[in-house]
């Protein structure tokens, strides 16, 4: 076996080559003869088994070694019966540094630490955005500063520069990082090695900045209210609103949705219940590596199927207004839902183009309760990745009846999966639709995408 001419490349490069060659060479002298064990193989294998222990090899698999895992709660979230608690909380525990996030995974629990079933507090949404400070004292927190921006697609100030992910949605829309609703407990978020995303990269923090992450959470307790699946839905007359969170009317038609089950807003009681306030927190999970050479770096795409984005085939990608409305209402079935068929769902399409493509590592889909599942489909009609929605059938956390409780994830093998830049993908969205509409129902796709394959990297 010879090795020449190695020291011009790189230790990675050295140790793949070195490895590459001590198995070939090992291989080789194995199928010539299975009988033989000559004195070289046996050489040869205590040189491979040697590399298998050193520094060097240990790059293949050191990912598995390193994972650190932090456990942290949020703020305190004051609920009473029927209210809504939806607020930003800034500046939360996360991962500092240089590091490539592995997983995010959350649930909604008491003050002893039980988890609190949907039941009771229904999840209806957390995403975690990340954010540069400015270390002047000029920065601030106002009511509406940072979380308006997130929202609404606000511009920035000078303070503070939201961290949003690779699109497709406009301005800073469904730009975070992580997030997901009632299907928290159930959904798997894990990012197989050597993937990661990577956070905290000096070279891109302004000077003068610091890197920092907000957290959303937005829960309504439903202890004796009146219609759980109303208030859950945010159906506006269950509320009495009829302005949004910053005062504006709301559109006639709109009859249920975010506009609605806003912060401090109060959906209806029974006649009579009353309970007690009960203080709740969000128990968050993290899972992080430290950034180096063999971390593969993924991009976040959320695909929203209420974008009503017009694409024409002759149109400019770069140009495109994207016009994510982030919800939707499905219509009440007009079928008998006593009779046999699927005449009762309600399907939602949309067109977008990536602009930027790459080999899929994972992808989820995000639903509210009705969610029958979502496909994403590729320009030639290939299915990229169904998630169906897997519905509870029990009172305890994490299998509460009737609300989605996980969501199937995709994990491609790498390189089976691949995007072409500028490729159009059509997402579907099915809703059941039997026995009533709904309102303010959600059909995104959160895609992970790897411009590159571990041994392109």
């Not at 003869?33 to 050489?43: E, F, G, L, P, Q």
């Not at 407990?185 to 070279?203: C, H, L, W, Y």
Request: glycine letters at 10%; charged letters at 20%.
């Amino acid at each position: 076996m010879a090795y020449k001419n190695l020291s011009g490349l790189s230790k990675s490069k050295r140790c793949r080559l070195v490895l590459r060659l001590s198995l070939r060479d090992f291989d080789d002298r194995l199928t010539i003869n299975m009988s033989y064990a000559s004195k070289d193989m046996v050489i040869s294998l205590a040189i491979l088994l040697l590399m298998l222990g050193t520094p060097c090899s240990s790059a293949f698999w050191k990912t598995q070694n390193k994972i650190k895992t932090a456990v942290h709660l949020s703020p305190k979230i004051e609920l009473g019966p029927g209210s809504v608690s939806n607020k930003f909380y800034y500046d939360i525990e996360f991962p500092r540094g240089h590091v490539a996030l592995k997983s995010f995974n959350a649930e909604v629990v008491d003050e002893a630490g039980n988890p609190v079933p949907l039941h009771k507090t229904y999840l209806h949404h957390w995403i975690i955005v990340g954010y540069h400070e400015s270390k002047s004292k000029l920065a601030t927190h106002t009511k509406y500063d940072l979380h308006r921006v997130v929202r609404v697609s606000d511009s920035v100030s000078k303070s503070h520069i939201i961290l949003r992910n690779s699109g497709v949605c406009q301005g800073n829309i469904l730009g975070q990082y992580f997030g997901l609703g009632s299907e928290t407990r159930g959904t798997a978020t894990d990012i197989p090695d050597p993937f990661g995303i990577e956070i905290g990269n000096p070279a891109e923090i302004p000077e003068g900045y610091e890197e920092k992450w907000l957290l959303n959470v937005h829960a309504i307790d439903t202890r004796g209210v009146e219609d759980k699946l109303g208030c859950t839905e945010c159906k506006c007359h269950l509320y009495n609103v009829t302005v949004n969170e910053y005062g504006n009317p709301l559109p006639p038609d709109y009859a249920g949705g975010l506009y609605c089950c806003y912060d401090e807003t109060q959906c209806r009681l029974k006649k009579g219940f009353q309970g007690p306030k009960r203080s709740l927190y969000l128990r968050y999970t993290v899972k992080w590596i430290d950034w180096d050479e063999y971390v593969v770096p993924v991009k976040i795409y959320i695909i929203d199927v209420t974008d009503t984005l017009k694409i024409s085939d002759t149109s400019n990608i770069a140009s495109s207004n994207h016009d994510c409305r982030i919800e939707y209402e499905v219509d009440p079935c007009n079928i008998d839902p006593k009779k046999k068929g699927n005449g009762c769902v309600d399907v939602k399409r949309t067109t977008v183009p990536l602009e930027k493509g790459g080999y899929v590592v994972y992808a989820v889909a995000h639903q509210h309760s009705g969610g029958i599942g979502s496909t994403l489909y590729g320009q030639d009609g290939r299915v990229i990745c169904t998630s169906m929605a897997n519905y509870g059938t029990g009172d305890n956390a994490g299998n509460e009846s009737g609300y989605i409780v996980g969501m199937t994830t995709c994990y491609p093998k790498p390189g089976s999966v691949k995007i072409i830049d500028g490729e159009k993908l059509t997402l579907e969205s099915n809703y059941s639709s039997t026995t009533r509409g709904h309102t303010g129902v959600m059909g995104l796709f959160y895609l992970l995408v790897a411009e590159q394959l571990p041994h392109q990297h």
